[in-house]
């Protein structure tokens, strides 16, 4: 999740972003300024692939939306553009043809997990939950797998899952729970 800016002169627009040549790294851009996320740890991989496969397949028997994976870009804001690629999306099903676009789809997802790696600042792991919010996502999922806790962040509170907790959100994945346990085992 960790990210650092790249050298450029000037402002950098979604489009051009989408046309960078694949260079293996993963990229966002934040107020039209490039930032490389580093690469994730196989920790940070495996939780975040537990978590895609479990709404998925929660997903694969009901009509809610679509999952979308860390390659997935979205454009939060315009000039200067703002593309930011959660660990994993959530888009309800009334607004999947939206994200179902060429390039990145001009609009936030409803739920977003950030899965936090070793290397991340706490001040950084907040900043973006709380942009993220800022952009008009309804729930954010901050999963730390090092603490075996996820933090959920919304529009009318923050709070702490830990433990035997289970997570779910009625509002954006009705009927969705997962015990905190089987996101580590």
């Known amino acids: 999740m960790s990210t650092a800016p790249a050298q450029q002169s000037a402002l950098m627009t979604a489009e051009q972003l989408f046309e960078l040549p694949d260079d293996g790294m993963r990229h966002e851009l934040v107020e039209g300024v490039l930032h490389t996320v ?11 692939a537990r978590l895609l496969v479990r709404i998925g397949a929660f997903l694969d028997t009901r009509d809610l939306g679509a999952v979308f994976t860390a390659e ?6 315009r000039d200067p553009d703002t593309v930011r690629a959660p660990d994993v999306a959530f888009v309800r099903a009334d607004r999947v043809a939206e994200a179902r676009v060429p390039g990145f789809p001009s609009l936030a997802p409803d739920l977003v997990a950030e899965v936090v790696s070793p290397n991340d600042r706490a001040s950084e792991v907040v900043g973006k939950a709380l942009a993220w919010l800022d952009a008009g996502v ?17 529009h009318d509170g923050v709070r702490v899952l830990r433990g035997s907790d289970t997570l779910q959100d009625e509002e954006v994945l009705p ?8 996101l580590w085992s």
Do not use: C, I, K, Q
Not at 41 to 47: C, P
Not at 138 to 154: G, I, K, L
């Open 38 to 48: 580093a690469p994730a740890g196989a920790e940070h991989g495996w939780v975040g």
């Open 72 to 77: 997935t870009g979205f454009r939060l804001r």
């Open 138 to 154: 309804s729930a954010v999922w901050v999963v730390d797998p090092e603490n075996r806790t996820v933090t959920v962040y919304r």
């Open 175 to 182: 009927g969705f729970t997962l015990p905190l346990g089987e």
